[in-house]
């Protein structure tokens, strides 16, 4: 069985000030993307066994295995899970989180427990933030320091297409929200701005009303990364930070050449749960 784990990018980005528990309030506008990395579950006699096309330290996906198996007492099964990546790694696109997420549904319907995905979600905020998003797949928005997810059902749009500018670097998430100062700034208009963007297709609208209030910083932290702002700014393109960075990300297919920088053509997706396109 194969389940996917679609990538994420933020259409908003709002941090407030630091908790007593030393995350931050958020709010964000996420939305799933035709990218994904793919995971094969094959049953074992016993044990939890990970392969993977790339040499990941920490893995989420076996934190996750092993968590399930503790939740819900499986003693007398085994799992042997094969991940493709396709998602860059420390790219701003949760890309470990969607693993991990995945691994859960996967597990959920392999093993036949028919979990609730609600369930799910509680249970995958125990390994990180952007996870209960990451268990729905579904565009979002997310408050609390991520895990509050309340799912946009009734937002239904057809396929925008996007351009995504991967770096030869990854950027820490840590570092990002440790140089980040509050500004108090309110923004739900753009939130408002959005959503009516996504439904017309109106892509200026949309356009109009992005932000990413962990941007400055990020260009901040790495030269490379203002540089090539910089260049796609002088070529006429709005181009915007998903996440902690450091990919950037066009609306619209378009041809860009940037030194050290990759192109990818996709489409930001509505209502992607499972393996649906």
């Given at each position: 069985m194969i389940e996917r784990a679609y990538a994420k990018i933020n259409l908003t980005l709002e941090v407030g000030n630091?908790?007593?528990?030393?995350f931050h309030n958020v709010k964000t506008l996420m939305v799933p993307i035709d990218l994904y990395d793919e995971l094969e579950f094959i049953e074992i006699p016993s044990g939890i066994?990970?392969?993977s096309n790339v040499d990941i330290n920490d893995n989420f996906v076996y934190k996750a295995a092993k968590l399930f198996f503790e939740r819900y007492n499986i003693k007398d099964k085994g799992i042997k899970i094969k991940l493709k990546k396709n998602i860059p790694l420390a790219s701003g696109m949760a890309g470990g989180s969607s693993d991990a997420s995945a691994c859960l549904r996967g597990l959920n319907k392999i093993f036949g427990l028919n979990r609730p995905l609600d369930e799910l979600a509680?249970?995958?905020s125990i390994l990180g933030s952007d996870m209960p998003y990451c268990v729905y797949q579904r565009p979002s928005i997310c408050e609390g320091r991520g895990e509050i997810v309340k799912v946009l059902n009734d937002l239904n749009y057809k396929p925008i297409p996007i351009t995504l500018l991967f770096y030869d670097f990854g950027?820490?998430?840590k570092e990002v929200y440790k140089?980040?100062?509050y500004l108090g700034i309110n923004k739900d208009n753009n939130y408002l701005k959005?959503?009516?963007?996504l439904k017309e297709n109106n892509l200026s609208l949309i356009n109009e009303a992005i932000f990413n209030d962990l941007e400055d910083v990020s260009l901040k932290l790495e030269d490379k990364l203002l540089?090539?702002?910089?260049i796609i700014t002088k070529l006429g393109y709005d181009s915007f930070q998903s996440g902690s960075g450091p990919t950037r990300f066009i609306l619209g297919n378009v041809d860009i050449k940037i030194e050290n920088v990759r192109t990818f053509k996709t489409y930001i997706l509505s209502n992607v749960y499972g393996n649906k396109n």
């Open positions: 630091k908790r007593n528990d030393g066994e990970l392969e509680t249970l995958s950027l820490s998430t140089n980040y100062k959005i959503i009516r963007g540089k090539s702002k910089e």
